[in-house]
């Protein structure tokens, strides 16, 4: 077969086949031109840094036009132009290598500022590889968590959020150990998700995104040779901050990675979050709680033509145990380097976007799912209306307000795993010791109003702050 570009037909993986459409937003930060255009943007922005330097006598600030002469070098950066860097590594079978001669050759150029011809030698200067890596990859991922994932995440919670308001009245079983159990609402079974997911915003948005670049061990050591009178720790700090990352004073070679293992963490522990809502989601369907809108021209089953499948919560389901995987191993993996550096994060470190991708594609398929949920009220209330026994506990709890002894166990005996209907419980209840307004209380409760404050909460889940 002959091998043509890149499609969704030729693609190993689904992320950039089956599902590319999905996953593009990723690219910009985390595919491998992304890769090479965050390691030209770290290069150029320490070369800036160095000329803006006063104790560099070598160097002078740039002038601003040269400047944007730079900048336009990542920020304008083009596939042909990546294509160059990678045409280097052919020859230098080392990445960070070719994007420090790619630079050059631009400084070569006849468009480019009279200045810079003098200076090449100052690009990648005192630096090792892991210095332009790991702050790339620090700006890969925090660019992607805030202007991909996130945004997905709290689209989601904001979903769920509506879904809370407006179901926040319509009772519905609970079911604890899939038995039934005391009535909630189906709105306020949303809004617990939201306030799951909000806690996770929170934790995510707080995170840090570390970043160091002190040469080949950690300790400046090239750096103080060439210029033992430079603050290089001021200097350093003060050029990873500038980049938005928060500045590690001790590392190896290599940052450490323990940022991306809290990153993946907190990412783990959301995808828990939404694969407990796909399965539950998927529960309810299957009790026929919510129905499905059916899509022209979709087909549910090669076989049998009246099926309407949750395959969207399944889809989703599966995408982020992968993405768990994925991201658990990085988590795991990363953080662990023997002595002061070895390569077995450099290859790992390239699938920062595989974890992310199922993961993007995960929350997609379960946003479609939500859009096509439609309640079906009928059978709520059926399912309500056949489980009386479920009153069994604010009975006895009634009874242990005024002290009625073995109350507990007088309910057990009445109801336990007996089909209790709407006409057992009052003769009950009218023999009971009790004031009279408690037992028409008591008299009053059905399965359909014995919900507690669940609807106060339900609504209350739009302004909920963790």
């Known amino acids: 077969m002959t091998q043509n570009a890149l499609t969704e037909l030729n693609a190993i993986s ?17 595919s491998e031109f992304a890769l090479i255009r965050a390691r030209t943007e770290v290069e150029i922005r320490w070369l800036i840094a160095l000329a803006d330097h006063q104790d560099i006598e070598e160097l002078s600030p740039f002038s601003t036009s040269t400047k944007q002469f730079l900048s336009k070098l990542y920020e304008d950066m083009t596939e042909a132009d ?8 052919a020859v230098t079978n080392h990445d960070v290598k070719a994007i420090e001669y790619y630079i050059k050759d631009r ?8 200045e810079l011809a003098a200076i090449s030698e100052y690009v990648h200067f005192a630096c090792t590889s892991e210095d332009i890596n790991n702050l790339a990859y620090a700006l890969m991922l ?16 904001h979903s769920l959020a509506g879904m809370a308001n407006s179901f926040a009245d319509q009772p519905m079983l609970s079911r604890t ?18 306030a799951r997911l909000q806690r996770q915003l929170k934790q995510i948005a707080g995170l840090e995104y570390l970043g160091k670049i002190n040469g080949a061990v950690g300790n400046f050591n090239a750096h103080v040779s060439a210029y033992p009178q430079l603050d290089w ?30 990153v993946f ?16 989601i998927w529960s309810y369907i299957s009790l026929g709680y919510f129905k499905q809108k059916s899509v022209a021209g979709e087909v549910g089953s090669s076989t049998m033509p009246h099926k309407v499948n949750p395959i969207d919560f399944e889809n989703s389901e599966g995408n982020l145990g992968i993405a768990n995987a994925v991201m658990s191993h990085l988590a795991r993996k990363l953080p662990i380097s023997r002595w002061q550096r070895d390569l077995t994060d450099s290859t790992v470190l390239r699938n920062l976007g595989v974890g992310l991708g199922h993961t993007i594609i995960a929350f997609q398929a379960t946003l479609k799912g939500l859009g096509k949920l439609e309640l079906n009220a009928e059978r709520l ?71 507690g404050l669940a609807s106060t909460q339900a609504r209350a889940i739009s302004s909920y702050k963790p």
């Open 233 to 262: 720790e001021t200097l350093a700090k003060d050029f990873v901050e500038s980049m938005g990352l928060t500045w590690n004073p001790y590392t190896t070679q290599i940052e450490p990675h323990d940022f991306i293992a809290e």
């Open 82 to 89: 990546a294509q160059a860097v990678k045409n280097h590594e």
């Open 265 to 280: 963490d907190a990412m783990v522990r959301v995808n828990t979050i939404i694969i407990d809502l796909d399965r539950d």
């Open 14 to 30: 689904p992320i950039d086949g089956r599902y590319g459409s999905k996953t593009r937003a990723l690219r910009e930060h985390m």
């Open 177 to 194: 150990h899939g038995q039934t159990a005391s009535p909630t609402t189906v709105g306020k079974e949303f809004a617990n998700v939201v």
């Open 381 to 451: 209330e059926a399912d309500l209306q056949n489980s009386w026994e479920v009153l069994a506990e604010p009975i006895q709890t009634v009874m242990r307000r005024y002290a009625i002894e073995g109350a507990y166990e007088k309910l057990k005996a009445l109801t336990r795993g007996k089909a209790i209907t709407a006409d057992m419980l009052p003769p009950f209840i009218q023999s009971l010791e009790i004031p009279q307004a408690a037992r028409d209380a008591l008299l009053e409760l059905t399965p359909r109003n014995y919900i």
């Open 107 to 114: 400084l070569a150029t006849s468009e480019a500022p009279g």
């Open 142 to 157: 925090k660019r992607a968590m805030s202007e991909v994932v996130v945004p997905m995440i709290n689209e989601i919670s």
